[in-house]
């Protein structure tokens, strides 16, 4: 059973950066991919990046990619996601999930989930 915890979200003016968070307990981290998604007010959880369990190889979506970077540090037991030049549309809850095998941009394939962490844009 894998325990995640997200942090690192706030309030950011556009075009600005946050760094989140997402450390995991309980588990063997590094068996594990790692994926972020996000939910806006009213909207459906959307799909936002994964990473393999080594970090060897990773997946955006369109809206984020070139701009936000996934990563991890399996000695820390720790995935990350570098955002920057941060637009109001990206604002929402941004929630760090875990599955065993290989990364898939379906919310309902990944069996552990993060709390979620606020990230909130400013125009």
């Known amino acids: 059973q894998v325990q995640l915890v997200e942090s690192g979200g706030g309030l950011v003016q556009a075009g600005g950066s946050l760094r989140l968070s997402c450390t995991a307990s309980?588990?063997?981290?590094?068996?594990?991919?790692v994926a972020w998604f996000r939910q806006a007010p009213g909207k459906e959880r959307e799909f936002v990046a994964h990473?393999?369990?080594?970090?060897?190889?990773?997946y955006y979506a369109g809206s984020v990619k070139g701009r936000f970077t996934i990563s991890r540090d399996n000695p820390k037991n720790t995935a990350y996601l570098q955002m920057n030049s941060l637009k109001p549309e990206d604002t929402a809850v941004y929630y760090c999930a875990a599955r065993l095998g290989y990364g898939l941009a379906k919310s309902n394939v990944y069996d552990y989930w993060g709390q979620g962490t606020q990230v909130t844009v400013s125009s």
């Open positions: 309980g588990g063997t981290f590094s068996s594990y991919t």
């Open positions: 990473i393999t369990p080594s970090g060897s190889s990773t």
